[in-house]
């Protein structure tokens, strides 16, 4: 796939600032989480992503890698973020393959649109699983790679849902909850240690996955939702993998602990995504 670099980059910043560090993505090829990833890349970083599919993990893997000559670029597929030892063992061959790991995006995330009596409690515990049980696997499996790391760095992607609450997702938004509270333990835990942890919540992007799942979308701009955001437009990849540099860059090395909705004051506006 051919992606143009003003689709996931801002021409801001520099060629090379992330060179000799390595980035850790779960969830890596979805649609916000590989666009952060290309970013990272193209300025210089090697990369590591995890998915359960093999196929569209090495696929995306490859296609990412296309972005920097001499970039490296891991597609580690058939690895759940819910089974610790499966993550445990694609850290540990990251960090073996690529000499460490000193950034990580926990991305991997479960959703569909349910309203609560159509969720069963299994349904409910799978969301919480692969968003909470998953993130923390993900922290677990990376910290003693990171703890080798010069700049350790974690982003969580998240979600604004949660905010208010939001119909239709009550298991995320519980998840989503979870995991702002888990980014801050870690981030009062391990900022002695030298790690940033931060949350990135993405309001609604325009051509992913979840906004396709929510029925928005073209449908959104008709139903006045672009309208009700103060910024006056959906997001983009690129917002997301802008703010993901900004995290990750030495720019962003004081910032630890926070909540960073990218999301044009969307929900501050109507509590929405
Ligand atoms: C009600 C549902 C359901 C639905 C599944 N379940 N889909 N219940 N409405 N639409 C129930 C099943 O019936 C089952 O419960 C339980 O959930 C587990 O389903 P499985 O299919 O066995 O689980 P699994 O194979 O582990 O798949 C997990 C998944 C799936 C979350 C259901 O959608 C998935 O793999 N998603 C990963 C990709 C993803 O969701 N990406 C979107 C991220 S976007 P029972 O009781 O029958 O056993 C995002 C941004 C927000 O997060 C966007 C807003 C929408």
Known sequence: MSVPESKYLSPVWRDGIFKDRVVFVTGGAGTICSMQTRALVRLGADACIIGR???????????????RAGAKVLGIGGCDVRK???????????????????FVIAGAAGNF??????????AFKTVMDIDVLGTFNTVKATMPHLMRSASPRIIYVSATFHYTGMPMQAHVSAAKSAVDSLMASVALE????????NVIAPGGIADTEGMARLGSG??????GYVKGIPSGRLGTVRDVADATVFLFSDAGSYVNGQVLAVDGAAWRRQGAI
């Open 84 to 102: 610790a030892e499966s993550l445990q063992a694609a850290a540990d061959r990251c960090a073996k393959e690529l000499g460490g790991i000193d």
């Open 113 to 122: 649109v349910a309203p609560i009596e159509g969720l069963s409690s299994n």
């Open 53 to 67: 599919s093999v196929e569209k993990t090495e696929a995306a893997a490859k296609d990412i890698a296309t972005v």
């Open 190 to 197: 391990y900022g002695p240690r030298g790690v940033t942890s």
């Open 218 to 223: 073209e449908e959104a701009e008709r139903a």
